[in-house]
């Protein structure tokens, strides 16, 4: 019987995502396809640096810890198979549990999302990431920073996930009141509708799959922890939390903070990837803790 991917958290990782290539992406910016090729097969045996989304990739390892293969981890690469083995000896060398591929060539990765069951893709090509979201997919584009360091060898106890809400959890609905009319416009229309639920966002699924994954174990021994990081404030967090509440979600901890910067908050949580859809967020973010920005699903 084949194996189903079905009741597992498959996360689909671009190799640029879990590694530093942008160098080698530059090569093939200015020197075009086969100079990036001979470049990465005359560097086969050279291990690649860790990446922006290497220290969640590594975190969510932890998960299958038990013996149940709950999340699967899947390399989503526009190479192709002669310029893989440099990433599959850099997978081996960090001992990285991944042994399943999907190497496109330069064509488009999006049609195999669904037939891997991807419940989360992470990419640094914008294009991707979009047309991800356009299929339903939790995507995000990773947002690479020279000052945050990644740590290959470091200790993780517990995987730490933050999300903002609006456009990410939740539907963009009322981010569109907010963009259109205004604050005060968007803090009356929340409290109005305070009792009825936020229709879900592109994260909402995935959010519902860590949530059940956590009910598998003990609180003192819960692998991954989750929190909210929004700017919302009262009187809109109460219908933040009665939606959540509605769909039987745990999250773990919330932050509403009104405006104030998120970097400090996410900083401390110790988040080891916070999804957002404003780069005014994701940006200065991205200097302290990894980060990837949501795209809004195109009209």
Not at 44 to 71: M, R, S
Not at 94 to 115: D, F, Q, T, W
């Amino acid at each position: 019987m084949a194996m189903s991917l079905d009741d597992k958290l498959v996360v689909g990782i671009s190799s640029r995502a879990l590694f530093d290539l942008e160098y080698e992406n530059s090569i093939y910016e200015e020197k075009g396809l086969q100079a990036y090729l001979e470049y990465q097969v005359a560097h086969e045996k050279d291990i690649l640096k860790p990446g922006t989304a290497f220290p969640l990739i590594k975190a969510l390892h932890k998960l299958n810890d038990g013996g149940e293969q709950l999340v699967e981890i899947i390399i989503m690469s526009k190479n192709s198979a002669d310029t893989s083995l440099r990433i599959f000896n850099s997978i081996e060398h960090y001992g990285l549990e991944i042994s399943r591929a999907a190497l496109v060539g330069g064509n488009r990765i999006a049609p195999y999302l669904s037939a891997f069951r991807t419940g989360l893709f992470l990419s640094a090509n914008e294009k991707d990431v979009q047309e991800a979201i356009d299929a339903g997919i939790a995507a995000g584009l990773i947002c690479s920073h020279d000052n945050l360091t990644i740590q290959p060898d470091e200790e993780i106890d517990q995987i730490r996930i933050a999300f903002d809400g609006d456009a990410v959890i939740f539907s963009d609905e009322s981010e569109k009141i907010y963009r259109s009319q205004g604050l005060a416009a968007f803090a009356e229309h929340e409290r109005l509708n305070a009792r009825k639920p936020l229709p879900e966002g592109p994260f909402a699924k995935l959010l519902t799959t860590i949530s059940k994954v956590q009910k598998q174990f003990p609180p003192d021994q819960m692998p991954i922890r989750t929190a909210l990081v929004t700017a919302r404030n009262a009187p809109a967090h109460e219908r933040v939390i009665r939606t959540l509440m509605a769909w039987g979600v745990r999250i773990d901890e919330a932050f509403f903070l009104g405006g104030v910067q998120k970097s400090d908050f996410l900083k401390a949580f110790g988040a080891h990837i916070f999804f957002d859809d404003q780069a005014v967020h994701t940006d200065p973010a991205s200097r302290l803790v990894p980060a990837a920005r949501v795209p809004y699903k195109s009209e």
